[in-house]
């Protein structure tokens, strides 16, 4: 594994050599094996997976990168798919994106390069191995997977095929976060003490089917047998189906979950944690729904995650003095980031200036401040954007911003919280073994049975 400075200057080099190569005016070789036998114009191929409320969105940033063509879309839902392949064709002005059911036929096909997964947690995992183990790179959304055993079985089987992979956790590849980290890793609040990760609270009714929770017969345009897929058998209930599965724990991970690898993955990045985690949860509380409630995911929650460092995290949602975002607080100064802006206790960290509210009344916001070297002596690696920075990366076969460890990390101070919470009693876990320590009942919820016929990816 490479350590983050080295990772950084081989970034840089590539940078630097690729600003030369432009500036020149030489155009950039790449090698035809990185593509698909068949890709138009040596374009790099792809295949969306899922058609919900990310993979519209990230489908739409690689349709404005030129180099990249869609030419699979897969969706359980008929309607859902016949979007896709509306907006993609209509894209391109053809109809060479073809349309799928089963996302192993998606993956069979050698002329696809790269996948974007935008499928419901409960199926990341196998999707996923099963695009590694198809030779696919990987643009997946986040948190990694709905268990830590499947957040396991990608990373092992992305890096057995040695497969590129980018996490959706698009926040690094913003300059406000990218510069708080920087702020925090090069020292300028002194040594961290304490982070803060705030987190969404509740339930949002992101399809507006959240009065619809009546068990009725699943549509005919949506094969709900598969959709539930290696999950419970449960009624269909439209409010916990599309975009709403998430507030659902036989689907979804709630707000907690949903959130963990933004903001953690944040503060692990600033914290310089990208390879490790705590090695103690303790549960504050939460409030859970009854478990049969149609939505049954914690609308409040608080845990602790105690680092071997001496970093108490403190992970929350609901609770007003924890402040949306993440907040590194050390021995010298506080710096916050979110993104709504960014802030700091100390003066030269901010760059304060003055926004008009709706009534015209002049208000002081802050936004990052542009730090030159000689206040940041170590640079992160500045991301050309998410998704672009995917596709260089399949090129140059060098890390991505978010690779599947990052992810993997980012997400396991969540999933511990969750068990922490449920079981209510603090967890011990050894981040090296990556196992919980004397607790065997809690060490069951670390993954889950899957029904049958699915089997769990291996």
């Known amino acids: 594994m490479n350590t983050p400075s080295t990772t950084t200057s081989r970034r840089r080099f590539l940078q630097s050599s690729a600003a030369a190569v432009t500036t020149l005016g030489f ?20 295949a969306v997976i899922g058609w919900g409320m990310m993979g ?31 907006t993609i064709n209509e894209a391109y002005k053809n109809t060479d994106c073809k349309p799928y059911h089963d996302y ?44 830590i055993h499947e957040q396991q079985a990608i990373v092992k089987a992305v890096q ?12 690094r590849s913003r300059d406000d976060f990218r510069i708080a980290a920087e702020v925090v890793r090069n020292g300028l609040i002194g040594k961290i003490t304490s982070v803060e990760v ?25 094969d709900y047998e598969m959709w539930i897929g290696p999950a419970q058998m449960e009624p269909y209930i439209e409010a916990r189906v599309h975009k709403n599965w998430r507030w659902n724990y036989n689907i979804g991970g709630g707000q907690l979950l949903d959130w963990i690898g933004h903001h953690c993955d944040i503060a692990h990045w600033g914290m310089d944690c990208d390879n490790t985690g705590p090695n103690e949860v303790i549960p504050i509380g ?43 607080i050390g021995t010298d100064g506080w710096v916050w980031v979110d993104r709504s802006g960014y802030d700091s206790s100390k003066d030269e960290l901010r760059r304060k200036i003055q926004k008009r509210d709706k009534d015209g009344k002049v ?8 730090l030159g070297d000689d206040i940041i002596k170590s640079p992160l690696y500045r991301s050309p954007g998410h998704h672009r920075n995917f596709l260089d990366c399949v090129k140059s076969r060098q890390p991505t911003i978010t690779p599947v460890t ?53």
């Open 27 to 46: 155009p950039t070789i790449v090698p035809s094996s990185v593509f698909g036998q068949n890709a138009p114009s040596n374009r790099i191929t792809m």
């Open 56 to 86: 519209p969105s990230n489908a739409k940033s690689f349709l404005n990168e030129t180099d990249c063509q869609i030419v699979a879309a897969c969706d359980l839902d008929k309607g859902r798919l016949g979007d896709a392949l509306k």
């Open 104 to 147: 192993r036929e998606v993956m069979a096909r050698k002329d696809i390069d790269t996948v974007m997964l935008a499928v419901p947690d409960h199926w990341h995992a196998l999707t996923a191995v099963e695009a590694a183990k198809n030779g696919k790179d990987i643009y997946g959304e986040k948190p990694l997977a709905r268990t």
């Open 160 to 171: 057995a095929n040695n497969r590129i992979w980018q996490t959706g956790s698009w926040q």
């Open 198 to 222: 705030g987190l969404p609270s509740g339930h949002n009714d992101f399809a507006k089917t959240g009065d619809k929770t009546q068990v009725t017969p699943p549509p005919a345009d949506l």
């Open 286 to 328: 939460a409030d859970f729904p009854p478990r049969d409630a149609v939505w049954n995911t914690a609308t409040k929650y608080r845990a602790e995650a105690k680092y071997a460092n001496g970093i108490t995290m403190t992970i929350a949602g609901g609770h007003p003095d924890i402040r949306s975002g993440t907040k590194w």
């Open 363 to 370: 208000v002081d916001a802050f936004t990052s401040p542009k």
């Open 406 to 458: 990052t992810a993997h990390h980012s997400a396991i101070p969540g999933h511990l919280a969750l068990i922490a919470l449920m079981e209510n009693r603090s967890l011990k876990w050894d981040p090296a073994a990556e196992q919980l320590l004397n607790d065997p009942a809690a060490a069951k919820l670390l993954g889950r049975e899957y029904r049958t016929p699915w089997k769990f990816p291996s």
